[in-house]
C-alpha cells in the first residue's frame, strides 16, 4: 500500500535525520549550573549567568523561580546547584542550614508603599505596628486623610513579608488582610486602591504610582540602608550544598566580582553587599562592618 | 474440511488487527489511568499527612477560622483553619454559578430557538476562542476592570468575593452556555413541532417543553460550570483579596483553597507542616471535584430515566 | 420449483407448524437448532429450529418485537455485543455460534443489510472497494470487476457508473440501500441476511431491491425479515412467521398466505392482528 | 396579558440576553486587543525578553508556546485517541469498572492545574532528572490535557451512529478496521474542534508550566536546529516559558519600565495566536474530511 511506503519512508528519514543530528551535535561538553528559589533574585542571576555563559564556554546557567522555600529545599535535597532565598536558610522551617553554604550577593531594601491619597509623609515603627495590627483604623489617626485603611500583605511564608515583619514591625505578626503573592500586583493593588499600604523592594518603588513615606524620619533610600539608618532590608542569599564544583565556584566568584556588583547590582535596584558599612546575622543584630 | 471451513476456524487477519487495536487502546486508557491514580496518591499522601504526621485534628482543620501555619495557638497546636477558604470557595462558585446560569441559559435558548444562523455564526467561535484566553489574562482584566468597578459600586477596597464571582462568570459562561446548547439540540424536534402545532407561542413552547425536556442537561452543565470555577486559580487569585479571613459580606477580601494553595506553595519546605497543609486543601479540592462529578453522574441518571 | 409432496413435516402442535427440510433432496445452507436469545435476563427468543434452503428466499415475518429480527442478526453473530445467544448455528458442518469460529471470517461469507441504508461516508466506489481492500485484495482490475458486477447484480450500475467517486451520500435513499447491498455482495458471500431493507424506502424503490433479490437468488442464499405482506409474497419461496419470540408456523411461502395452519399466521397475514 | 404578548416580551428579554452576553464577550475581546495590539511590532513579536530594561520582546516564547503545544499534542493525542476509543467502542458499557474510570478521569480534569504541575515539578524535574526542560513541561501538560481530550474524543465518537459500526462488522471488518478507516473519519471533525479547544487552553497555560518548563528562557541560536545541542530552538531538555507564563512573571514580578505594555502586547498576540489557531485547524480539518470521506 502506497501509504504504508509513505509513512516508513518518513520513519526512516527521521530516524536518520536523529542520527546524524546527535553525531554532528557540538562536541562541547556543557556543564550545568541550576538556581532555584527567589523570584526577587531571579532576574540578576539570569543576567548575570547569560554574561557568564559568553565568557565561559560550555558552561550554562539555568535559572528558575519557584519561590525561596522551594529553592531551598531543592538545594537541599541536592536537586539544584544553587538555591536562592530572601532570607537565611535558618529562619525557614524544614531546612537543615548547616548542612549547606550561604553567599550573601545582594541587599534588598524594602519600604512601605502608600496610596497617593493617603497623604502620609512619615510613619513610625510604632504606626506601622498599629496599622498592620489593626489598632488604628483610619489614615486620620495618623494625620493623613479621612481614609480607612486597607492592607495588603505579601503571603504569608515570603522574604520580603518576613523582612518587613521582622524590621518594619519589630517581630508583630501582621493581621490578616488581603494578600498578594507578587510585588508587581501588590504595588498596582495599592497604587489604585484608595487607603491602601503594602510594602515592596526598593525595585518596585515608583513615585508616580504610589506614596513612599519616612520610616522614623528616615527616607527609604540605598545611601540610608548602607549606613544603617533604615532598618527595613535583608540579604538576597544563594545557597549551595557541600562540594562545589570548579566551574560553580567560578560563577559563584563572578557574582560577588565588580563587574555584577557595581554594574548589574545597582541596575536592578538592589544594593550591593560589598557597599554595606552595617551588617547583620541571622538573630537580626547589627553590627558595623570594620 | 475444505478452505473456507479452514478459514473458519482459524484465527483471520481481521481477528489479530483487533486484537491488536484493542490492545493499544487498552494500555492507552491504563496509561492515563497510572497517571490519574499517581495523581490522587501524591496529593492523598501529602495532604492527610497533615493529619497522620502533623497530628492536626481534621475537625480544628475543617472549621477553624485562622489560617497561619507557621504560628501556633495557645495550646501549641498550629492554627491551620481551613473554613475560611472552604467557605470563600463555595461563595465564588455559587455565586458565579447563580449569575452565570440565566445569561448561558439565555443565549441558548437564542442560539438555538430564536436565531439559530446569527447565534451560531457569532457565538460559537467567539466562545471557543474565549476558553483559550489564559486565566492570568483574565484576572488582569478583573484587577484592571472588575475591580474598580465594584470599588466605585459597592465601596471598600473592590477586593472580594463578589468581584471574584464576576470573573469567574466571565470565565464559566462559555463553557455553560456551548453545554446548553448541546442539551437544547438534542431534544427532538418533533416536541417542538407538537407543541408549535397545538397552537402554543414560541415561548410557550421553549418555556414548558424544551426547557422541561433539557432541565437535566442543563443542570448537568452548570454544575460543569462549578466545578471549573471552584478549581480555577490564578485568575481568582488575583481579585479575591486572599485574606484567609471568614467573609462577611461580599465586598470583604476573601481568600479560596486554590488562590492560598497557588500563592502559598512556593515559599513553603517540601514536607512542612505549612507545606502539607497546603496539600490538604488540593485534597479538599479533589473530594469536592468527586462530589461534583457524582452530582452530574445523579442528574444524567434521573434525566435519562 | 419445490413441490409439497417433496417435503416432510414433523410434530403438528396445535399452535405450531414447522416444515423440515429434507436434506437428502434440497441443500440446506445454514440451520438454526435451540437457538435462544436473551438480552439480559429477559428472553427475546424462544428456542427456534429453522432450516434454510441454498439459492432460496425465506422471509421472516412477524410483528414488532416478534423477535425476527432478534433471530436474523443471531445467524451471523450481531447480536454479540448486546446479548446471549444460546444454541447451535450450522454452517457448512461448522457451529458458528461457537467461540471457536472467527466471527469476522464468518461475516465474510454470511453477509448482512439492515434497515437503514449505513453506506460509508466514502466515494460510492470505495464504499464497495473498502472492505476488498481490507480482506486482502489489491489488484486493480479485480477491484474494478467487482465494483462493476456487484452494482448491475445490484441494479445500480447504470445509475452510478460516471459519478463512482461522488460520496455514497449523495445518493437517494433507494440507491443508498441498493449500493449497501453492492457492497455486500462484493465479498461473495455464501448466504444474505437482510434486516427490513425495503422499509425505510418508498415503493419504486423498493420494488427495485425487490427485482434485485430475485437476481440474486441464482447465487445467494437470502433471508429477510419484513413487515410487508406483499413483499414477503412476491419475493420469498419459505416464509416463518414469528409471534411472541416464537417461530409459530414455517412454510412454503404460497401455503402461508393461502392455506396456512394456525391460526394466528391466518390473523397476521388477513391484516386482523398486529 | 394574553400568550402573545408574553411571547413577544419573552423574545425580547432573549434578544437583550444574548445581546448582552455577546457584548460582554466581545468587550472582553476588545479591551485585550486594543491594548495589547498598539504594542506590536515585529521587533516585539521576534526580540528576545528583557529582564529590566524597556524594549524588549517576546521572540524566544511565542517560539517556545508553539513548540510545547506541539510537542504536547504529539505526547497527548495519541494517548487520548487511544483510550477514547477503548472507552467508546471496546468497554463494555454496563461495566461499574468503567464508570469509575470515567469518573476519575474527569475528577483529574477539574483539578487546579498548579496541583498538576507540582506534581510534574516533583516526578519529572526532580525525580527523574529531566530538569526543567520543554519534555517536563510537555509531559505535565498532557497530564493537564490528557482528561478534557480523551473525553472529547470519546464524545466525538459516540455521535456516530452506530448503523455504522454494524455495517462495518457485517462485512467481516475488525472492529479496529472498522474504527480507523470509518468511524474516525466520520467523527474528525468534530475530534479537531475538541482538539482545537483544547489547545487553547494549553497554549495559555501557565500554572502547570510554571514549576515544570520553567520561568527562564535563555537565548537560542535560531540558526541551530541540531535538537541535541544546548542552545538550539529544538532541543526539548532546555527549559522554555512560554508566552502564558511570560505574561503571568511580568504581571508579578516583572521590573523593566514598560512591563504593563509587554503584558498587554504578549497578552493580545495571545488571543491572536488562538484565533489563527482556531481558523487553521478548521479549515484543515475540513479539507482531510473531505479528502477522507470521499476522493473528491
Request: proline share 4%; glycine share 8%.
Amino acid at each position: 500500500m502506497k501509504q504504508k511506503w509513505l509513512w516508513s519512508l518518513i520513519a526512516i528519514l527521521g530516524a536518520v535525520a536523529l542520527t546524524g543530528a546527535y553525531l554532528t551535535k557540538d562536541k562541547q561538553q556543557t556543564i550545568n549550573l541550576n538556581a532555584v528559589g527567589s523570584t526577587a533574585l531571579q532576574p540578576m542571576v539570569e543576567a548575570a549567568g547569560e554574561s557568564f555563559q559568553r565568557d565561559t564556554p560550555g558552561a550554562y546557567v539555568n535559572v528558575q523561580g519557584g519561590g525561596s522555600g522551594t529553592g531551598l529545599a531543592q538545594v537541599q535535597s541536592g536537586a539544584v546547584d544553587m538555591g536562592m532565598a530572601d532570607m537565611f536558610a535558618e529562619e525557614k522551617k524544614g531546612i537543615q542550614a548547616q548542612k549547606l553554604t550561604d553567599h550573601k550577593v545582594a541587599v534588598i531594601g524594602i519600604a512601605p508603599i502608600l496610596n497617593p491619597n493617603v497623604g502620609v509623609k512619615n510613619l513610625t515603627t510604632q504606626q506601622l505596628v498599629d496599622i498592620f495590627t489593626k489598632k488604628i483604623t483610619n489614615w486620620q489617626q495618623v494625620g493623613g486623610a479621612n481614609q480607612a485603611i486597607v492592607l495588603v500583605n505579601r503571603v504569608n511564608g515570603s522574604g520580603t513579608r518576613a523582612t518587613f515583619e521582622k524590621y518594619g514591625l519589630d517581630g508583630h505578626f501582621s493581621a490578616e488582610g488581603q494578600e498578594q503573592d507578587s510585588s508587581g500586583t501588590a504595588r498596582s493593588i495599592v497604587s489604585s486602591t484608595p487607603g491602601a499600604i503594602s510594602y515592596v523592594a526598593f525595585s518596585y518603588l515608583d513615585d508616580k504610582q504610589v506614596l513612599v513615606p519616612k520610616v522614623n524620619g528616615v527616607q527609604a533610600t540605598d545611601q540610608n540602608v548602607m549606613n544603617g539608618s533604615y532598618p527595613i532590608w535583608a540579604y538576597e542569599h544563594i545557597y549551595t550544598k557541600g562540594t562545589e564544583s570548579s566551574v560553580l565556584q567560578k560563577f559563584l566568584r563572578y557574582l560577588d566580582s565588580d563587574e555584577v556588583q557595581r554594574k548589574l547590582v545597582p541596575q536592578l535596584g538592589y544594593i550591593s553587599p560589598h557597599d554595606m558599612q552595617v551588617q547583620r546575622d541571622v538573630d537580626g543584630r547589627t553590627t558595623p562592618v570594620k | 474440511m475444505d478452505e473456507i471451513q479452514e478459514a473458519l476456524t482459524k484465527t483471520s487477519k481481521a481477528t489479530k488487527k483487533d486484537r491488536f487495536g484493542r490492545s493499544v487502546s487498552l494500555l492507552a486508557l491504563i496509561l492515563i489511568l497510572a497517571v490519574v491514580i499517581s495523581i490522587f496518591w501524591f496529593v492523598a499522601s501529602k495532604g492527610l499527612a497533615t493529619f497522620f504526621k502533623n497530628h492536626v485534628s481534621l475537625w480544628s482543620f475543617l472549621t477553624g477560622t485562622k489560617w497561619a501555619p507557621g504560628q501556633v495557638d495557645a495550646h501549641g497546636k498550629p492554627l491551620v483553619g481551613a473554613a475560611p477558604m472552604i467557605v470563600g470557595s463555595f461563595l465564588v462558585t455559587f455565586l458565579s454559578a447563580l449569575i452565570a446560569t440565566p445569561f448561558a441559559v439565555g443565549t441558548a435558548v437564542f442560539m438555538t430557538e430564536i436565531s439559530p444562523k446569527r447565534g451560531a455564526k457569532i457565538l460559537q467561535p467567539v466562545t471557543e476562542l474565549l476558553v483559550g484566553i489564559p486565566s492570568v489574562v483574565y484576572g488582569f482584566v478583573g484587577l484592571t476592570v472588575v475591580v474598580p468597578a465594584m470599588r466605585h459600586l459597592f465601596g471598600g477596597s473592590g477586593f472580594g468575593v463578589l468581584a471574584g464571582s464576576m470573573v469567574l462568570f466571565v470565565m464559566i459562561l462559555p463553557t455553560v452556555t456551548s453545554m446548553t446548547v448541546d442539551t437544547l439540540r438534542a431534544v427532538p424536534k418533533r416536541y417542538r413541532e407538537a407543541a408549535l402545532a397545538l397552537g402554543a407561542t414560541r415561548w410557550q413552547m421553549i418555556y414548558k417543553v424544551i426547557l422541561r425536556a433539557a432541565t437535566p442537561g442543563i443542570l448537568t452543565a452548570i454544575v460543569f460550570g462549578m466545578a471549573r470555577a471552584f478549581g480555577e486559580a490564578l485568575a481568582v487569585q488575583m481579585v479575591v483579596g486572599n485574606a484567609a479571613l471568614m467573609p462577611h459580606n461580599l465586598m470583604s477580601p476573601s481568600a479560596t483553597l486554590t488562590s492560598i494553595l497557588t500563592q502559598g506553595i512556593g515559599n513553603t519546605v517540601m514536607g512542612s507542616l505549612e507545606n502539607n497543609a497546603l496539600w490538604s486543601l488540593a485534597l479538599i479540592l479533589l473530594l469536592m471535584s468527586l462530589v461534583f462529578n457524582l452530582v452530574i453522574r445523579a442528574i444524567g441518571k434521573k434525566g435519562a430515566m | 420449483m419445490v413441490e409439497p409432496n417433496q417435503l416432510v413435516f414433523t410434530d403438528e402442535m396445535p399452535d405450531h407448524y414447522i416444515m423440515d427440510i429434507n436434506e437428502d433432496k434440497h441443500e440446506v445452507a445454514l440451520s438454526a437448532q435451540d437457538v435462544e436469545v436473551y438480552y439480559g435476563a429477559k428472553q427475546a427468543l424462544q428456542k427456534t429450529n429453522l432450516k434454510f434452503e441454498r439459492y432460496k428466499i425465506t422471509s421472516l415475518i412477524g410483528a414488532s418485537g416478534s423477535g425476527k429480527s432478534t433471530f436474523l442478526r443471531s445467524l451471523n453473530r450481531m447480536n454479540d455485543d448486546v446479548g446471549t445467544v444460546k444454541g447451535k448455528i450450522m454452517y457448512r458442518n461448522l457451529d458458528i455460534n461457537s467461540s471457536d469460529i472467527d466471527v469476522y471470517e464468518m461475516r465474510r461469507h454470511i453477509g448482512m443489510v439492515f434497515q437503514r441504508p449505513n453506506p460509508f461516508a466514502k466515494s460510492i466506489e470505495d464504499n464497495i472497494t473498502f472492505a476488498l481492500k481490507q480482506h486482502g485484495i489489491r489488484d486493480k482490475d479485480e477491484l474494478a470487476k467487482r465494483v462493476e458486477t456487484s452494482l448491475k447484480q445490484a441494479a445500480l450500475w447504470d445509475e452510478v457508473k460516471d459519478t463512482l467517486h461522488k460520496s455514497a451520500l449523495s445518493l437517494s435513499g433507494g440507491q443508498q440501500q441498493r449500493l449497501v447491498i453492492a457492497r455486500a455482495i462484493a465479498l461473495h458471500p455464501d448466504i444474505l441476511l437482510l434486516d427490513e431493507p425495503a422499509s425505510a424506502l418508498d415503493p419504486i424503490s423498493s420494488a427495485k431491491i425487490e427485482d434485485t433479490l430475485l437476481e440474486l437468488k441464482e447465487k445467494y442464499t437470502i433471508i429477510i425479515v419484513t413487515h410487508n405482506m406483499q413483499q414477503a409474497a412476491r419475493v420469498s419461496d419459505y416464509t416463518a412467521f414469528f409471534h411472541m419470540g416464537e417461530v409459530l408456523e414455517y412454510d412454503l411461502t404460497r401455503k402461508i398466505f393461502t392455506r396456512p395452519k394456525v391460526q394466528r399466521t391466518i390473523d397476521y397475514v388477513n391484516g386482523n392482528f398486529g | 396579558m394574553n400568550a402573545k404578548q408574553v411571547d413577544k416580551i419573552a423574545t425580547g428579554i432573549l434578544y437583550t440576553i444574548a445581546g448582552f452576553v455577546i457584548l460582554v464577550l466581545l468587550a472582553l475581546l476588545g479591551y485585550i486587543l486594543v491594548q495589547g495590539v498598539p504594542n506590536l511590532s515585529w521587533h516585539f513579536l521576534t526580540a528576545p525578553a528583557e529582564a529590566f530594561s524597556a524594549g524588549g520582546g517576546i521572540g524566544i516564547q511565542l517560539f517556545n508556546s508553539f513548540y510545547l503545544l506541539i510537542l504536547t499534542m504529539v505526547i497527548s493525542f495519541p494517548i487520548a485517541l487511544g483510550a477514547g476509543i477503548y472507552l467508546n467502542e471496546y468497554a463494555n458499557q454496563k461495566s461499574k469498572v468503567i464508570e469509575v474510570i470515567r469518573t476519575m478521569i474527569e475528577i483529574l480534569s477539574s483539578l487546579p492545574s498548579v496541583v498538576v504541575g507540582l506534581f510534574g515539578f516533583l516526578l519529572f524535574v526532580v525525580q527523574l532528572k529531566l530538569g526543567f526542560s520543554l519534555l517536563s513541561g510537555a509531559i505535565a501538560l498532557t497530564f493537564f490535557n490528557l482528561p478534557l481530550l480523551t473525553r472529547s474524543v470519546e464524545e466525538s465518537l459516540r455521535t456516530i451512529p452506530n448503523l455504522q459500526r454494524e455495517a462495518g462488522s457485517a462485512l467481516g471488518l475488525s472492529r479496529f478496521e472498522t474504527i480507523g478507516h470509518v468511524i474516525l473519519p466520520a467523527a474528525l471533525p468534530s475530534i479537531m474542534t475538541g482538539v482545537v479547544l483544547s489547545a487553547g487552553r494549553v497554549f495559555g497555560e501557565a500554572a502547570a508550566l510554571i514549576y515544570t518548563a520553567g520561568q527562564s528562557a535563555p537565548a537560542l541560536n535560531f540558526a541551530d536546529w541540531n535538537p541535541f545541542n544546548a542552545t538550539s530552538p529544538l532541543n526539548v531538555m532546555r527549559p522554555a516559558e512560554t508566552l502564558a507564563v511570560h505574561i503571568w512573571k511580568i504581571n508579578s514580578e516583572g521590573i523593566m519600565p514598560d512591563a504593563a505594555a509587554v503584558s498587554a502586547g504578549a497578552s493580545a498576540v495571545l488571543v491572536i495566536a488562538v484565533l489563527l489557531f482556531n481558523f487553521c485547524a478548521r479549515y484543515f480539518s475540513k479539507v482531510l474530511y473531505r479528502q477522507l470521506t470521499s476522493s473528491k
